[in-house]
T-cell receptor
């Protein structure tokens, strides 16, 4: 069964705007990761945040993690048309033996 | 950076035939590889965890005899869809992590399987 839920399921914004995607999960985690997938392609790892971290930045990406609420958010600032893709959060269980994906958010950035 | 090569990228086969998908880690050794299945506009569903030199661990509801996984070396894992049926048509993706779960996993580019 899927670990998490993401919202929104779909997000459409204009270039230059910020995009925020949320992810919730149900069980304890070792870390949480965000991935990007272009249509019909493999996944690209974006960023990893450990369970003892609250916020992490990488370029235009900002990820937060609230383990008390079992939720995470991914913020993409100053979005570009090339950011159009599906974004998935994925959790790693405490033993590190499995990576489980959320349902994903389809982001469309309009030029 | 770490690269995982998955082949073929697309395959069309007739019902009743078997299809083998290969997943190779090109520049690192992967003791563990994961196989996922993805339906259109859906998330990735973990099918099985493949460990080098031992039997794969399958998720609940995944038929072991239908989806044969072999991880004969530290750089190669294969998924064979046996006696394929149209309902097996899907996008299959493998992944490997060369530094364990504390780092991001590297994914193959996926295989689009169509069973006619």
């Amino acid at each position: 069964s899927q670990q998490g839920e993401e919202d929104p399921q779909a997000l459409s914004i204009q270039e230059g705007e910020n995009a925020t995607m949320n992810c919730s999960y149900k069980t304890s985690i070792n870390n949480l990761q965000w991935y990007r997938q272009n249509s019909g392609r493999g996944l690209v790892h974006l960023i990893l945040i450990r369970s003892n971290e609250r916020e992490k930045h990488s370029g235009r990406l900002r990820v937060t993690l609230d383990t008390s609420k079992k939720s995470s958010s991914l913020l993409i600032t100053a979005s570009r048309a090339a950011d159009t893709a599906s974004y998935f959060c994925a959790t790693v269980n405490p033993s590190g033996s499995r990576l489980t994906f959320g349902e994903g958010t389809q982001l469309t950035v309009n030029p | 950076g770490a690269v995982v090569s998955q082949h073929p990228s697309r395959v069309i086969c007739k019902s009743g035939t078997s299809v083998k998908i290969e997943c190779r880690s090109l520049d690192f050794q992967a003791t563990t590889m994961f196989w996922y299945r993805q339906f259109p506009k859906k998330s990735l569903m973990l099918m099985a965890t493949s460990n080098e030199g031992s039997k794969a661990t399958y998720e609940q509801g995944v038929e072991k005899d239908k989806f044969l996984i072999n991880h004969a070396s530290l750089t190669l894992s294969t998924l064979t869809v046996t006696s394929a049926h149209p309902e097996d048509s899907s996008f299959y993706i493998c992944s490997a992590g060369n530094q364990g779960a504390n780092y991001g996993y590297t994914f193959g580019s996926g295989t689009r399987l169509t069973v006619v």
